[in-house]
């Protein structure tokens, strides 16, 4: 299957499991992860319709997309891995329109700090680690209260929800339990702080995206079943 086919299985999957849930497809982004795949790929994905790409290394990110962004206008880039605090200068000034991995405080210090002078503020969310086998995330809901005051002290950084990834498992309830964490956590939030927009919930892969979006997902980020297997 090449990449426009594989596009719109996803969008079909999207369309159904939407269907099933008694929600827009409209009301859920496709991200492709584009990370380890090359611009002849990312470009095919843009032509089936994919604007915005996610990436998980700073380096890797700067040296495909800014000549790519320029020439397709309306393309976006997430950066979705987990940041080094001296690659924040990077991804504050490059090409990337939202950091989705926000899992420090230190973090959101940095980008803070050296997003003041942006055109556009920065799009951050805030990532919750509901998942035993995942490294990154914020533990709970005070941390994630915590760092939610932090982001909002900052004008350069738009504070839009909240990521996670959920256990890599073939089994389904401890998937949907960590979907649903994250849903509790943001409806936590947004009672706490009610003049943010806390709209963005990014949850669901190439495994469990059809779960996140039963669960209230509205950005899925599908790496394999658009773009085939990785070679790091
Ligand atoms: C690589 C990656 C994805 C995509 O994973 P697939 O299983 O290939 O769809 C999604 N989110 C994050 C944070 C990733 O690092």
Redesign the pocket.
Known sequence: MGISEAVEAIQERIHRACVRAGRKPEDVRL?G?S?FHGLASIEEAWNAGIRLF?E?RVQEAVSKFPDFKAAHPGTEIHM??SLQRNKAKIVAGGPFDAV??VDRDELITALGALTGDRKNPLIILLEYHTAEDSKSGYPDLDSLFRAAEKALEFPGLALRGL?T?APLTGEEAPIRSSFKAVVSARDALAIRFPANDWSCL?MG???D?EIAIEEGSTLI???????GE?NP
Not at 221 to 227: P, S, V
């Open positions: 991200m992860v990370k996610g998980s979705i891995g989705q991995s990521m990834m990014s892969m190439s495994g995206f980020r599908i790496g394999t079943a658009i773009f990785r």
